[in-house]
């Protein structure tokens, strides 16, 4: 009886993924704060280091610091994870994790496409959003005197609204500040308000623009003083403005490959060094974490994709059955993979999510004219 109980166990425990032991598997710590997690080293966090180089705080030479910053531009913050299971729905949150959209139009990065199950992202969306306030939606019947009190209170210096005729103000302050390097930049956390009604526990949008740090304690978003009745006529404005159907920007044809020679120096120089290097690094050069894309992380098996190097990108990653592939091979589509998942990163944006993970993983897409170089290197025969 003893021993049937001892094997009992274990397997339910299996059977129903545990949130905590979920968020640390996926390190959602290397990002955000507020996880419950212990926290991790700087030399680890993705936002945190980068925040140390911006705020001269990292140990390093000066002229280091002084060239790296500029270049820093995707993980200076994310939002914070503290007490958004008071605000955010728990259906959402499920949906986001298996299907990352952009929220912030101001924050360059988005939620990486994780290799996450069905069940994994229950679970985790059940750990982050154990109970939902129930309540009523707000009223519709302020509409009108809510988008009146928008302008009024300027709502717009952070916030985007697409699709409601509003637009983000041109002379905002905190604009200015978005082309300084600062992290603590309330604009670029702000999320586009078309998307808040699908988020939001319904019941929750009064008492948030009463008092945003009562439910999201390290929250931006500053006490406007609103008084009771500009509250309900706020909440009514945001929940219920008519929404123009956003139309996703149209796939526009790849730029035709360049006549001229493009050598692996370029190539290296304006895509691998400047943005896949940093998931995709040597092992050697930080003891042994060769980035989520090459040694593993971010609950990513190690691919063992190196794009440090000539040589590395040569030795291509390994493939699902352990064997290794080069990444010139064509997919479904017939293009090698490397351009691939180029590519299917910029579907992601507008929105088209297929099978192949698009690359540069949760980051803006490259441009055309690195796309371009990338095409042209490959089809020139892959020189030095
Ligand atoms: C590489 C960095 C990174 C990692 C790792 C990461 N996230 Fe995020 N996450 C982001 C960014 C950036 C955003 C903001 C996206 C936006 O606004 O478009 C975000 C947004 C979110 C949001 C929405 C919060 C809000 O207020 O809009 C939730 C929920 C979330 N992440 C949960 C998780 C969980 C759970 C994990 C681990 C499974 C995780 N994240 C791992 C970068 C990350
Ligand atoms: C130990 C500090 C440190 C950690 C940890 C770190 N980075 Fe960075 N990151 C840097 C530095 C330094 C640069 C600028 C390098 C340069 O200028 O060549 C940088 C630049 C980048 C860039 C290119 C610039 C941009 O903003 O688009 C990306 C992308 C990036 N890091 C992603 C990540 C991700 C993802 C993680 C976590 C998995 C991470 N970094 C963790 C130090 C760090
Ligand atoms: C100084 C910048 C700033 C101003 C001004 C501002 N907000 Fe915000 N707002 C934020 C930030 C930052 C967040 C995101 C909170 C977080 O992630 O912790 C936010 C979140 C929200 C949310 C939750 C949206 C969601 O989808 O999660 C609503 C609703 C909102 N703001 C409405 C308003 C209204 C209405 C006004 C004007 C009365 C306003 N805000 C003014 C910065 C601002
Ligand atoms: C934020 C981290 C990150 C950045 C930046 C990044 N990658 Fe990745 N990459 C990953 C991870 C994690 C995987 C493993 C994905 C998986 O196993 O599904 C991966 C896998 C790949 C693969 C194999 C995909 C497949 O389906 O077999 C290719 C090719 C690739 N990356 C190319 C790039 C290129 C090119 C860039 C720069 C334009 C880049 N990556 C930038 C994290 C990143």
Known sequence: MLSL???????????????????????????????GLTAITESRHCVRCHQAILEDRFEAPKEALVEWRPHLRSLR????????????????????????????PELPASMPRFRMSAEE?????????????????????HVERGRALYEKHRCGDCHAFSGSGEHPRGDSPYRAMTREASPANPMALAPDLRFTRERLQPAVLRAWLENPRALRPDTLMPSLGLAPKEVDAL??????????????????????VLERKVSYAEVEKRVFR???WHCHSSPDYNRGDGGPGNTGGLGFAARRLDLSSYEGVAAGLLASDGSRQSVFLPTENGLPRLLAVMLARRSEERGVVSELRGMPLGLPSMSDEEIQLVE???SQGRPR
């Open 5 to 35: 109980a001892l094997i009992i166990v274990p397997v339910l425990v299996a059977a129903a993924p545990d949130g905590a032991a979920l968020l640390a598997r996926f390190e959602c710590h290397r990002c955000h704060e507020g996880t």
């Open 77 to 104: 913050v994310v939002p914070s994870l503290a007490g958004i299971g008071n605000v955010l729905r728990r259906e959402w949150v499920e949906a986001f994790l298996l299907a990352p959209q952009d929220l912030r």
């Open 121 to 141: 992202a229950s679970a985790l969306a059940r750990h982050l959003v154990p109970k939902e306030s129930a309540g009523p939606v707000p009223s519709s019947a």
């Open 235 to 256: 909440a009514s404005f945001v929940w219920h403005a008519k929404l123009e159907l956003e139309r996703a920007p149209a796939s526009k044809p790849r730029l035709p």
């Open 274 to 276: 400047k943005v896949c």
């Open 376 to 378: 042209t290197w490959i």
